[in-house]
C-alpha cells in the first residue's frame, strides 16, 4: 500500500444515469420488492448510488496497492441521498481522501446534478492481504456446501443469535 500516493488521491468526473438503475427498476427485481416496486419513483436508486460512488473510490485505491496480495474491499459507508436523480441526468462526482489509516483510507464524496447537491458523505475503504481473505471465503464456502441446518442465523464474527433468542429478547422488552 502507498501511503503517500494514497494520500494525494483525489477524484473529478461525470457518470450518466442509465435508465436501468432506478429503484423501480432494482425492486422489481427483487422477491421481496416486486410487491410495490410499480410504486416508486423512476429516479436512480439509492443502493445503486452508493454502488457507483464506492465502485470510483475502490478504483482510485487500487491504483495503490499491490494487486497481487493485496484487495481493496469496503468496510464503512455513510451517504445522505439528499435530491432525486432521473435517468438520463449527468452527475458531477467529486471526491478527496481525508483520512489516511496503517490499512485503511476514508473518502469525502460530493455528487451534484444540474440543480443541485444529490448526495455527500463518506466512504472507508481497507486494504486487506488477499490470501486472508480468500481463505475466510473459502471456510465459508465450504460451510455452505455442507450446511444442512438452516436454524442458526450467523455472521462473520458470530454476533447473531438463533432466531428463537430474538423472539425472547423482544418479549422481555415488551
Request: charged share 25%.
Amino acid at each position: 500500500m502507498n501511503h503517500q500516493g494514497i494520500s494525494e488521491i483525489s477524484f473529478e468526473e461525470t457518470y450518466s444515469v442509465p435508465p436501468e438503475q432506478t429503484a423501480r427498476a432494482l425492486f422489481s427485481r427483487l422477491p421481496h420488492g416486486s410487491d410495490y416496486a410499480q410504486r416508486l419513483i423512476e429516479c436512480l436508486a439509492t443502493g445503486y448510488l452508493v454502488a457507483v460512488v464506492e465502485s470510483i473510490c475502490i478504483r482510485e485505491l487500487q491504483r495503490h496497492v499491490d494487486a497481487i496480495s493485496e484487495v481493496v474491499v469496503g468496510r464503512t459507508i455513510e451517504l445522505e441521498h439528499k435530491g432525486p436523480i432521473p435517468p438520463g441526468s449527468i452527475l458531477k462526482l467529486r471526491g478527496w481522501v481525508e483520512r489516511l489509516g496503517q490499512r485503511s483510507a476514508k473518502f469525502c464524496i460530493q455528487a451534484s446534478d444540474d440543480h443541485e447537491l444529490v448526495c455527500e458523505g463518506s466512504v472507508i475503504l481497507v486494504v486487506a492481504p488477499r490470501g486472508s481473505l480468500e481463505s475466510r471465503i473459502a471456510v465459508k464456502m465450504g460451510a455452505l456446501a455442507t450446511k444442512s441446518d438452516g436454524d442458526m442465523v450467523e455472521d462473520a464474527l458470530g454476533l447473531c443469535a438463533a432466531p428463537e433468542s430474538f423472539r425472547r429478547r423482544e418479549s422481555q422488552v415488551s
